[in-house]
Structure formats: structure tokens, C-alpha cells
């Protein structure tokens, strides 16, 4: 009999899981996916053509609020949960359910779902969204560049449209965002990284991405989406902590691993953290790692046009993953409109609509920050109206993509932009280059 087996996912790791431990394997028949965290992945298929010879009609996708019914509709044998930026309430409260309704409650580890690979594999990731992974990877990309090294940066899977089209994406102008129909949260990740001229590759299947990838370049970057651990084995591994939420370094799933398989542990943003926060990051991460090198990095903000700012009132526009279900709450923008003299921030909650109406009460620590939710087209059409109905002065992006690009916006917009800075030697680019010397890539 093949044990009969959901999978939880938010339309990435969940693929990934199936395809390297599950998509041939006689011994589990999976029943279904289920998706929480992001809207509109549910209801889909994934297709046979991804799901193989053991699933000819593929594998449905159901809300993950239909869970405990599944279970006992297919007499399910086991529950994997596979998506992250889950506080370690919220993974045993899965569990509770799951167990009592029969089920295993199962968890894949590196082993099973950690592919190898023939180049040089540097991974980052955080210890939860927001940490600020993406000002990572741009840093080591630079670091490798310098050094003449040609560079790929393989990005966490966002899945969020038809999965067919999305086997392998490699992007590489803008024009490639629009053709695969990119939601706002791919954009966010992938246009400083285009604008830089540094190829990124994503999709479903990352056995084929990885040939791909390494086909092309000296040196793979990881760049890890929520707080999950590596697809990829690395070689050198970075993990981000956030010293503005103390805690979650010990108390989230899978941050925790993270930390725990780090080279690095970089906490970042000591230059907007209280003295005492920075400390308890440091004392939980040490405990937990105490081989691991901890750096201390700023992250610097800037604006393109600061004198838009200064007096006027302002609507913020945050990264969507980050102010919601990392609950940041706010980000860089809202940063950089008290940096530069905003007289009032305005409450966008009452101009919500639709979807974005739902994620305020969904995530009710968000405030004056409207997150940049864009999950296809009805919501990216509600996003607009929001944004064009609230009667402010001045829109401030603290988004890393110019919504410009996808939206109508009808007031003047102020972009942001914050980098990673070191004031302590040896900072982290001296520390990737002992490494690449250690691997005779230097």
C-alpha cells in the first residue's frame, strides 16, 4: 500500500519537496496540495506534466482550510508541511491538528530535498522576511563581479501563475518580467537584480534549473525567499538576522535552521535597532551557532528625490511578504518618510477595497503602511485604486519595484533604495574571498 500523503505548501517548496523526494517514488501516492499564505494559488492543478508518470491526470490544489476534511476524505496516512515564515506556534498548531486527525505530521529535511551542484554555491538566506536578503545578495554579487567571476543568482520559487509556463524562467530585461506575467512580489526580487545586469533564474523544477544555471555561470548565488533553508547545498552559507524583531532568530520555522546552518550570521539594520536588540541577537544566535562568524552590517536608506518629502503628507508603499505575514509592520519607506521630514503619514485602511481590505484584517499589526499586494490582476487593479483614491501628497516606495511600471499612479512618487555597509573589518566581502581561495575559485 503507498502511504497516502498531503502536502502544505504557498506554491514553492511544496513543489520543490514533490519533485525531488515524492514525483517517482512508488512508495507515497500525493493526494493533493494545499496553499495558505498567498491568494489565488489555490484551485489550480499542478500539471502532469511537472507532477510524472505516476500522476497522468497531475495533482490538485486545494486552501489549506480544508485540510482537516481532506484527511479524513482520503484516509490520509501523512501531512508534510512545506512553506516557511511560520512562528513555531503556528507549526505546532498545525501539527495538533493534523495529529488529531490521524495523520503523521511529517517535515522533510535538507537530506531529502538539497540538490548538488558542480559549481561553487553561495546561499543567503534570513531568519524572516524582511531581514534584508535581497541587500545581501546584491552586496556578495558585487563582491564576486569585482573578482571577474561571471555570476547566476537562482531565486526561491514564486510559482503564483500557470505552473507549465514557469518550468524553468531565467530573466534577464524587464520585458522577461511581462512575459512570464510576473506578480509584484516576483518584481520586487528580481528587478534590482536585472537592473544590475546579473541573470536570475527561478521557476518550478530546480534539477533543471540547476543545469541551467550552472551551464552558464562560475558561481551560483542562493537567494532565499521567506526564511526557508536552501534548495541548493551551499558552500558558504549567510544567514540575515533582524535585531528590530529580537526573538524571531529563536522562535520562527525555518529561521531557526537557518541560524543554525549558517557560516555567517549577519544582523543587519544595527544602525535603526536599539543597542540592547542587537545584543540579544547576538547572545540567541551564538547560543544556537556558536561556530558560526557573526558580522554587524547598517542598512543605509536613501531616496531619489528627498525634497518631495519634507512637509508633506504621504502615503507609504511597503513590500507586501515583509509588512504581512513577516510582520514587519513597516519597512524602509516608512523609514525614510520620518528621515526626511514627512509632516503627516496617512492611514490608508479606510480607502481599502477588496483583497486589500482583507489583509488588513488578516494582518491587523499593519497600520499606516499600505503593502504592495499584486497576486494577478484583479488585485494588482485594486491596488491602483486604493492608490490613486487616498488623498495624500505624496506616494513613498519603499517597494524595491517601480510600480510604475505596472500601475497607473496619479500623484508624484519618491523611490527608496537602502544598501548594505560595514564599519568592522573584517567585514563580509573579505570573508567571502578567503572562502572562494579556500575552494581554488580564487
Not at 527561478?202 to 540547476?210: P, R
Request: charged residues 25%; hydrophobic residues 40%; glycine residues 8%.
Amino acid at each position: 500500500m503507498r502511504r497516502r500523503v498531503i502536502i502544505m505548501g504557498a506554491g514553492g517548496r511544496d513543489f520543490h519537496n514533490f519533485n525531488v523526494f515524492f514525483r517517482d517514488n512508488e512508495n507515497y501516492e500525493v493526494i493533493a496540495f494545499t496553499a495558505a499564505q498567498i491568494p489565488n494559488i489555490a484551485g489550480r492543478i499542478y500539471p502532469p506534466e511537472l507532477a510524472g508518470r505516476l500522476y497522468p491526470n497531475g495533482i490538485p490544489i486545494f486552501p489549506e482550510e480544508k485540510l482537516p476534511e481532506l484527511i479524513e476524505k482520503y484516509q490520509v496516512d501523512e501531512v508534510v508541511l512545506a512553506y516557511s515564515d511560520l512562528l513555531f506556534d503556528d507549526v505546532m498548531n498545525k501539527a495538533s491538528l493534523i495529529l488529531s486527525k490521524g495523520a503523521t505530521f511529517k517535515i522533510l529535511g535538507p537530506k531529502d530535498t538539497m540538490l548538488k551542484s558542480e559549481k561553487p554555491v553561495i546561499a543567503v538566506c534570513a531568519v524572516r522576511t524582511g531581514a534584508g536578503k535581497s541587500t545581501t545578495t546584491r552586496y556578495v554579487v558585487r563582491v564576486l563581479r569585482k573578482r571577474g567571476l561571471i555570476v547566476g543568482v537562482v531565486r526561491h520559487p514564486m510559482p503564483y501563475g500557470d505552473l507549465s509556463k514557469q518550468i524553468v524562467q531565467k530573466f534577464t530585461c524587464y520585458e522577461d518580467l511581462d512575459r512570464y506575467e510576473c506578480t509584484i512580489e516576483e518584481r520586487e526580487e528580481y528587478e534590482p537584480l536585472i537592473s544590475m545586469g546579473v541573470p536570475v533564474y527561478a521557476g518550478v523544477d530546480y534539477e533543471k534549473i540547476l543545469k541551467l544555471v550552472e551551464k552558464e555561470n562560475d558561481i551560483i548565488i542562493w537567494d532565499g525567499g521567506n526564511n526557508d533553508f536552501p534548495f541548493f547545498k551551499p558552500d558558504l552559507m549567510i544567514t540575515v538576522a533582524d535585531p528590530t524583531r529580537p526573538g524571531h532568530e529563536v522562535y520562527s520555522y525555518p529561521g531557526q535552521v537557518n541560524v543554525r546552518l549558517a557560516d555567517i550570521i549577519l544582523i543587519n539594520k544595527v544602525n535603526i535597532a536599539s543597542e540592547e536588540n542587537v545584543e540579544k541577537v547576538v547572545y540567541n544566535v551564538r547560543k544556537l551557532n556558536p561556530k558560526a562568524i557573526i558580522l554587524k552590517a547598517s542598512s543605509v536608506i536613501k531616496v531619489d528625490n528627498p525634497g518631495l518629502i519634507e512637509g508633506k503628507r504621504v502615503l507609504i508603499i511597503e513590500d507586501g511578504p515583509s509588512v504581512t505575514h513577516g510582520h514587519l509592520g513597516y519597512g524602509a519607506g516608512y523609514r525614510a518618510a520620518l528621515k526626511y521630514g514627512a509632516s503627516e503619514i496617512v492611514d490608508p485602511r479606510p480607502y481599502a477595497v477588496g483583497s486589500i481590505k482583507t489583509a488588513y484584517s488578516q494582518y491587523p499589526h499593519l497600520s499606516k503602511v499600505l503593502p504592495a499586494l499584486g497576486y494577478g490582476y484583479n488585485q494588482i487593479k485594486e491596488l491602483e485604486e486604493v492608490v490613486n483614491k487616498i488623498d495624500c501628497d505624496v506616494i513613498v516606495l519603499g517597494t524595491p519595484t517601480d510600480l510604475r511600471r505596472i500601475i497607473r499612479i496619479n500623484k508624484p512618487v519618491v523611490r527608496v533604495y537602502y544598501e548594505l555597509e560595514f564599519s568592522e573589518k573584517p567585514d563580509l566581502e573579505d570573508l567571502i574571498v578567503e572562502k572562494l581561495k579556500s575552494l581554488n575559485v580564487l
